[in-house]
């Protein structure tokens, strides 16, 4: 049986088994970071003292994959970290900003800050609660809360802060940035893997 064209040519059969793998290699990748998880470094001081610039962060996509394989929008929980597509940015060149804070509050809740304190109100909390002290058994907001925040959450949205909420630290939901549309989630943050001394579960 006379051999075929790759068995003639081992090197074309090397280098067709070598574009494959690559290949392979480069679908995987992107099915992971599209559905199952994706990582991202932190850049600033917002989320200080919870998060320092140089964390590496794993980002759960998972949970977002299965809410949409739902036909659900995905909703994080109140004092998750989140990271999210800035929906301000806007680069000439198309590259996009992601950031990372802390869920306040959700769709038709009434957020206040008022003398450095922060307050929701919802219809289980009619006369309202303070985030806050939640927070501080998961994190370390720098306390007081800067600015005067008086408003309703908007549909399909949340209210994002910063930990590192002084003067302007922190470019958040209370001002420069507004409410978070919930197609821009990107997912919960789940493990900070490095700097190695600090890997934490959140």
């Given at each position: 049986m006379e051999p075929n064209f790759l068995q003639r040519h081992p090197v074309v059969k090397d280098a067709i088994s070598l574009?494959?793998?690559?290949?392979?290699?480069?679908?995987?990748?992107?099915?992971?970071?599209?559905?199952?998880?994706?990582?991202?470094?932190?850049?600033?001081?917002?989320?200080?003292?919870?998060?320092?610039?140089?964390?590496?962060?794993?980002?759960?996509?998972?949970?977002?994959?299965?809410?949409?394989?739902?036909?659900?929008?995905?909703?994080?929980?109140?004092?998750?970290?989140?990271?999210?597509?800035?929906?301000?940015?806007?680069?000439?060149?198309?590259r996009e900003e992601y950031v990372v804070k802390r869920v306040i509050a959700f769709a038709g809740e009434r957020v206040t800050?008022?003398?450095g304190v922060v307050t929701v109100y919802n219809a289980e909390n009619p006369t309202g609660f303070n985030p806050d002290a939640e927070i501080m058994k998961h994190g370390t907001p720098n306390l007081p809360t800067d600015g005067d925040v008086d408003m309703i959450v908007p549909d399909e949205t949340l209210f994002v802060m910063g930990d590192n909420r002084v003067g302007s630290y922190s470019c958040d939901s209370r001002d420069c940035m507004g409410p978070i549309p919930l197609f821009d989630v990107v997912g919960p943050v789940s493990l900070r893997i490095y700097p190695i001394t600090q890997i934490t579960g959140f």
């Open positions: 574009v494959v793998f690559i290949a392979c290699v480069l679908i995987g990748t992107l099915f992971i970071n599209s559905y199952i998880f994706r990582s991202f470094s932190v850049d600033g001081p917002s989320m200080e003292s919870t998060l320092f610039t140089g964390d590496r962060l794993i980002v759960n996509r998972l949970a977002v994959t299965i809410a949409q394989l739902k036909g659900e929008k995905y909703i994080p929980e109140r004092e998750q970290i989140i990271v999210f597509k800035n929906p301000n940015f806007d680069d000439v060149i198309g800050v008022k003398s």
